[in-house]
């Protein structure tokens, strides 16, 4: 009877240890805020500034072109005026016409240089500014991947990325499983000890400048 009643304290002893192995292994989730963590990067601060001030660069040499572009109108509205005078010559009007027909090559010349800066800008702006943002990604989810490992979690979930539906991907966690702080807190232990104040990084999406021809529709 001793040797069956130390068989089931043994069994049970066994069971017990199991049960709290398997309550000690429980997966341990935390969530991170990616979002907010590449929005408030010091290195996000300075890709900004740098966009910004590209951008205001090309907004004067795109300015400059338009500039050069409408001085091309005023002598082709000049020369314009000139063909149409009743006392000149039939051979001083071809002269003038054959010239303002000159200076209306410039002028889409000039139109087809300014049009080109215009695009290419946006495109390389567009394209830097996703190069960054997807690198700079990969760098802090490596970080929060980190941090997680480092409080044990099993799993590490983004808050911010929406769903097809255009909602969180987590409807609802407890604020103490939220380590977004801390991933920051990382993150700032290598920001120089002057950054950038925060600019918008978005490229230009306004209309491209024109050079307006009087009388002849904008590309003809």
Known sequence: MNKSIQSLVACAVIALTTL???????????????????????????QNAKLQADSAKAQDQAA??????????????????????????????AKVQADAQRKYDEIQQKRSELNSFAQNTQNTLRQRSQTFKTLMIEEISKTAVDVAKKKG????????????????????????LDITDEVMAEINK?????????????????????????????GK
């Open 190 to 218: 290598s920001r120089p000890a002057i950054t950038p104040t925060p600019a918008a990084s978005a490229p230009p999406t306004g209309d491209s400048p024109k050079i307006t021809v009087p009388g002849i529709a904008p």
């Open 153 to 176: 979690a099993t799993f590490l979930l983004d808050k911010s990325g929406p769903t097809l539906v255009g909602v969180s991907n987590i409807l609802y966690s407890d604020p103490g």
């Open 64 to 93: 400059q072109l338009q500039k050069e572009g409408n001085v091309l109108v005023e002598e082709y509205k000049e020369l314009s005026e000139q063909s149409k005078n009743p006392t000149a010559t039939a051979e001083a009007k």
């Open 20 to 46: 709290t192995t398997h309550a000690q292994t429980a997966p341990k989730i935390l969530v991170v805020d990616l979002a907010k963590l590449f929005d408030s990067h010091w290195k996000t601060q300075d």
